[in-house]
């Protein structure tokens, strides 16, 4: 580990000290978490305004700066007379919650408390002096579910701390610290055991049987090259796409060590991301075995109205089998075509690559997909055998904003198709997984799926929601391998060479719908109230199951918590 992020900050501070340019004026600065509330109220607005973001970012990438959005958001409060009295409140909370960089009266709290206390809306203590900004935030976050878990209600109960800030106007900072207790419902523990590990937590030495303790945690650092270009060092997720899904990297699994390089200018967002993984074989005091990623996806807007990106990643492992252990160096080099160093290296890394693209038009519609290829035989295409390899899946969605006129009433449609054996691998010591958990689509490979979401905000502080899932898998029998199952290598004796069909094995039809009223007391302090029914009919008969339930929560500086599968 030591070596990697060794070899990593050499590279990119040498890359970065070559881009300084000369009493340039420019500011590092942290980034909002990924949340579905978050990104839709951006999409809304890139959307209304039907012109992509060349001066911000780019909505492909979800890693958006905090300062570029409250220059964002500042820019429609002030320019846009077109916007519904729920729209300037949406404005007014991105500002809010962004205050660092809002230079905005909104943001200021008329009553702080001891004078120290909440100077700022969204903040519970800050600092903003020459050099120095500091924001401290309590989060917590307490779900109950009416459906039981071993004789108790199913609960997510976390409390923890978050800091923000920045040193100088070069390093920025950012960590999240928390205590959590699950006691899961019916489908977590349906995952739990076909992957060993629950999304979005790693390794727990929990004995007690009626719940699950463990600390979830993330934090980085970045460094500010200059206006175009920063370096992130740290553990988090990443999202890459436009969809409710992605097939190229999405925030389902657990927080991994990762490095990453943005550059971002014209009308080009260009990304590099060095990641590290964990496969998990159990285990007390036992370090699970890693593997690793490199991969870059470049985003371009084309016109006012149309982007496309392009993406490869590569995933290998040197732990074992090799002479050299540890991250590929070879892999370091920001603009190579991967696929190439691969087959010069005579390594069986496990290549990806593919392109997205997004079209707004008519200040309502924004329609979007994602292409995604891996191991293509021309020959293997044409004679149409169904063949073990020509892997593929891609996403197509639209998003419809003011639906027939009505504000902030918006709908959105998504189809995932991704052929078997997709990101499954020579070897299943690197595969594209982190603890178990799939690092792109949470649903592994050999599926169709079909998903409608439904969002109105008919007040400020008020926000329905219904989601609409249906999918078709097919799992493995017991000892075989028929595709779902991205931790096996495709070189397992059970692995039909031909014949090879989408939902090919033990079927499985899922049906999951969720409704969810939200209501903002304070800034970031939500109640939540919602219906949850899930039907599961399967050639398994384990996996035949029909769960309807209510949920209760309440959360504070936290997005809500989805298991929608």
């Known amino acids: 580990m030591c070596i990697f992020v060794t070899m990593v900050l050499k590279k990119y501070l040498l890359i970065s000290l070559t881009f300084l340019v000369a009493k340039a004026v420019f500011a590092q600065h942290t980034y909002i978490p990924n949340s579905a509330f978050y990104n839709h109220i951006i999409d809304r607005f890139e959307i209304k305004n039907s012109t992509l973001n060349n001066a911000y970012f780019h ?102 701390i978050e800091i923000r800030g920045n040193i100088t106007d070069k390093i920025g900072f950012y960590t999240q610290v928390s205590d959590e207790i699950l006691r899961p419902i019916p489908a977590q523990i349906e995952e739990y055991q076909r992957l060993k590990t629950f999304q979005g937590i790693g390794f727990t030495k929990s004995s007690d049987k009626n719940q699950i303790d463990y600390f979830l945690s993330s934090g980085y650092f970045s460094v500010s090259a200059n206006k175009y270009m920063d370096f992130q060092l740290g553990h988090g997720r990443q999202f890459i796409g436009d969809g409710a899904r992605s ?67 590569i995933i290998f492992q ?22 190439s160093i691969e087959n010069g290296l005579n390594s069986t890394d496990k290549a990806v690559l593919g392109t997205n693209f997004k ?137 039909p060479i031909y014949g090879n069909e989408i939902t090919q094995g033990q079927i499985t039809k899922v049906l999951y719908i969720d409704a969810m009223a939200s209501f903002m007391l304070k800034h970031n302090l939500f109640i939540d109230a919602g219906f949850t029914y899930r039907y599961s009919n399967s050639a398994l008969k384990t996996l035949i199951s029909e769960n309807m339930f209510f949920n209760f929560g309440v959360r504070f500086n936290m997005a809500r918590r989805e298991f929608d599968r």
């Open 247 to 313: 097939f190229i990297i999405s925030n389902n699994a657990v927080d991994n060590f990762y490095c990453r390089l943005n550059t971002r200018i014209w009308k080009i967002n260009y990304t590099n991301i060095f990641s590290e993984y964990r496969n998990f074989i159990g285990g007390s005091y036992t370090i699970q075995p890693r593997h690793y990623s490199a991969t870059h996806h470049l985003s371009v807007n084309i016109g006012k109205k149309f982007n496309i990106g392009i993406f490869e990643t």
């Open 59 to 160: 909505t492909s990438n979800k890693s958006y700066r905090r300062k570029s959005i409250a220059e964002f958001a500042n820019n429609l409060y002030k320019n846009d007379t077109n916007l519904s009295k729920q729209d300037l409140f949406n404005l007014e909370y991105l500002l809010t919650d962004n205050f660092e960089w809002a230079n905005n009266d909104l943001t200021t709290s008329r009553k702080p408390i001891l004078k120290q206390l909440y100077k700022q809306k969204a903040a519970f203590y800050s600092v903003q002096i020459p050099d120095f900004n500091l924001v401290v935030n309590p989060v917590s976050m307490y779900f109950l579910s009416t459906i039981d878990y071993l004789g108790k209600p199913a609960v997510i109960n976390n409390r923890g």
């Open 359 to 495: 079209y707004n038009f008519a200040n309502h519609f924004s329609f979007y997909g994602q292409l995604v290829l891996s191991e293509l035989v021309l020959d293997e295409i044409i004679n149409n055998r169904g063949w073990w390899g020509n892997k593929w899946a891609y996403q197509l969605g639209l998003k419809y904003i003011d639906v027939f006129g009505i504000n902030n009433l918006d709908v959105q449609g998504e189809l995932n198709v991704c052929r078997p054996y997709m990101y499954t691998s020579y070897s299943s010591l690197q595969t594209h997984t982190n603890y178990n958990q799939p690092l792109a689509h949470p649903l592994g490979a050999n599926f169709y799926e079909l998903i409608g979401i439904l969002r109105y905000q008919p007040s400020n502080k008020l926000n329905l929601s219904f989601k609409g899932i249906y999918y078709a898998i097919g799992y493995d029998t017991l000892g075989g391998n028929v595709g779902q199952n991205i931790q096996l290598s495709y070189r397992s004796s059970t692995t």
């Open 318 to 339: 040197r732990d074992s089998g090799y002479t050299n252990t540890g991250f590929e160096v070879n892999y370091l080099n920001p603009i190579i075509f991967y696929k």
